[in-house]
């Protein structure tokens, strides 16, 4: 089953009637490896046909979630129309609020691409040093780090890639290394999706999961971009760049650490993006590698001196590239203010402002039919002999993270 759309215990909905409930089958086939294989068949469908076949990824989904339904039906004895019923129920979850989520960071993009500030927020990076080890620090992993936080599911990688590419990067190369460098961030993606999910999933605490990554993914962090450089130009273009890989790798790791375990997984990679971009970014006006290194082999005359820290930054002026940063801060603040609880509460009609406007209008919730009520947990997965277990849909439109980048979008139109 979907256990996306399972709700919290807040939730007062009635369970829907149910035909039966039907328990879970942890080891339908009697053997572990075979109902192992069995369980994990989608997914080898999913990405085989992607990898091997060329299919598009639509049709590669929905082939994976076909043959999903068909181990759950026949393999694992579930009713029919419960895993239908399932299916659909994760699709609302997949366009809202994950979908969502993707649809205003896309909207804010594609308004800097058009409105030109994305060329002068990528002149003002790639001016601060010719070095495209450096490059590959402040766009792939830095500004990389905070598209995940804000909108994550590919959408950092393609963005980062693109600029790569726009700074003279190899095609080849800027894909790879922009994914390399979407391993650190990616566990608390659009805004934390992954570890909220799994608390939703699993019903374990969603503060301790989050504390849990943050404090093994540091390490990672601090790898990661050694590993880029690494990837780049060997060992030895990591001995000449490696202040700045620590400077990077860092700030981020510190961030990660400290937000995920304070204030939770929603702003670990929008606050740990800009911290390590903005500190890195301080750390290059005062400190140059003794060589630059490109792919391209040609070192621009004007990189062969040190630019003083009173020098302009580029052929853009202070304002323009504020302007053209402004609306990105705008979405930092905006997910910020959404995050914090009281306002959390209050545009989901709760709490001491929960009389402005009903929850049934900002976060109306839906029993899932043939679903909720219908699929019980048993032994090992739950301590009680038998746990049954709700659908329910939640629409908490305003809410959502996604809406928090829909309004900075909003915010951009007049402004850029």
Not at 66 to 71: E, Q
Not at 123 to 137: G, K, P
Not at 160 to 182: I, M, Q, W, Y
């Amino acid at each position: 089953m979907c256990h996306t759309c399972r709700p919290t215990a807040r939730s007062t909905l009635p369970m829907m009637p149910n035909p039966g409930i039907w328990e879970h089958i942890y080891d339908p086939f009697g053997s572990p490896l075979l109902s192992t294989l069995a369980a994990v068949t989608p997914l080898v469908v999913l990405l085989g046909l992607l990898a091997f076949a060329g299919w598009p990824a639509h049709r590669a989904a929905l082939a994976g979630l076909a043959t999903a339904v068909v181990v759950a039906v026949a393999g694992a004895g579930m009713p029919a129309d419960a895993a239908l019923a399932a299916a659909v129920a994760g699709g609302c979850f997949g366009l809202f609020p994950i979908g969502w989520i993707i649809i205003g960071a896309m909207f804010l993009f594609r308004l800097s691409v058009e409105a030109g500030a994305l060329e002068v927020m990528k002149r003002s990076v790639t001016s601060l040093s010719a070095d495209h080890r450096l490059q590959a620090l402040l766009i792939a992993f830095s500004f990389g780090a905070f598209l995940e936080g804000a909108a994550g599911f590919g959408a950092p990688v393609a963005i980062s890639a693109a600029l790569l590419l726009a700074a003279g990067f190899p095609a080849l190369e800027a894909a790879c290394l922009a994914l390399v460098a979407n391993t650190a961030p990616v566990a608390f993606g659009a805004l934390g999706t992954p570890i909220i999910t799994l608390a939703k999933v699993t019903g374990l605490d969603e503060q301790a999961i989050s504390a849990l990554a943050g404090r093994q993914l540091p390490f990672f962090s601090l790898i990661v971009p050694a590993w880029m450089v690494c990837m780049m130009g060997g060992w030895r273009s990591l001995v000449g760049v490696w202040p700045a890989v620590l400077v990077c790798g860092a700030s981020f790791a510190a961030v990660q650490f400290a937000v995920s375990n304070l204030l939770g997984a929603a702003l670990v990679d929008v606050a740990g993006g800009i911290v390590s971009l903005v500190t890195l970014a301080v750390f290059l006006r005062w400190w140059r590698p003794r060589s630059i290194w490109r792919y391209d082999g040609e070192v621009p005359a004007s990189a062969t001196t040190t630019v003083a820290p009173d020098d302009s930054l580029t052929a853009d002026s202070l304002a323009r590239i504020a302007w053209a940063w402004t609306p990105w801060a705008v979405l930092s603040l905006t997910v910020l203010l959404w995050g914090l609880p009281p306002v959390k509460a209050a545009l989901e009609g709760r709490g001491p402002a929960a009389s402005w406007i009903p929850a049934a209008i900002v976060a109306p919730e839906f029993s899932v039919p043939r679903l909720d009520g219908r699929v019980a947990k048993v032994p090992p997965a739950t301590r009680e002999a038998r746990e049954i277990e709700r659908a329910v849909y939640r629409f908490n439109w305003l809410s959502a993270a996604g809406t928090a980048l829909f309004v900075s979008a909003v915010f951009a139109v007049p402004w850029l």
